[in-house]
């Protein structure tokens, strides 16, 4: 299976832009579904994107919608998620996840069985 590594976090000011990766090692990295997550302090980990096998299916937590972007290199084996117009209530531990799935796109922690470690996000208002 794969194993992730997120990077790109860092503080920024509100409105200002910051882009994620997730490297991914590991063989058959495009027949899995990817995933980023966040978690604020004292709150439960909660869905922002998703994108299908080909990069052709995302989806999108409405709070993001417009202002994150994400996408995939299969060739790479990398996951971005674009963040534009950062508000301070996106401030959080940001996660990319896997999930070996042929068939469908999850947008729930649970449905992801491989996780990253996380990197931080600070928004200053």
């Known amino acids: 299976q794969v194993q992730l590594v997120e990077s790109g976090g860092g503080l920024v000011q509100a409105g200002g832009s910051l882009k994620l990766s997730c490297a991914a090692s590991g063989p058959s990295f495009d027949l899995y579904a990817m995933g980023w997550f966040r978690q604020a302090p004292g709150a439960e980990r909660e869905f922002v994107s998703a994108?299908?096998?080909?990069?052709?299916?995302?989806y999108y937590q409405d709070s993001v919608k417009g202002r994150f972007t994400i996408s995939r290199d299969n060739d790479k084996k990398i996951v971005y998620l674009q963040m534009n117009n950062l508000r301070p209530e996106d401030t959080a531990v940001y996660y990319c996840?896997?999930?070996?799935?042929?068939?469908?796109?999850?947008?729930?922690?649970?449905?992801?069985?491989?996780w990253g470690q996380g990197t931080q996000v600070t928004v200053s208002s």
């Open positions: 994108i299908g096998l080909t990069g052709d299916s995302t």
């Open positions: 996840a896997a999930d070996f799935n042929i068939r469908y796109t999850p947008r729930t922690v649970g449905g992801y069985d491989i």
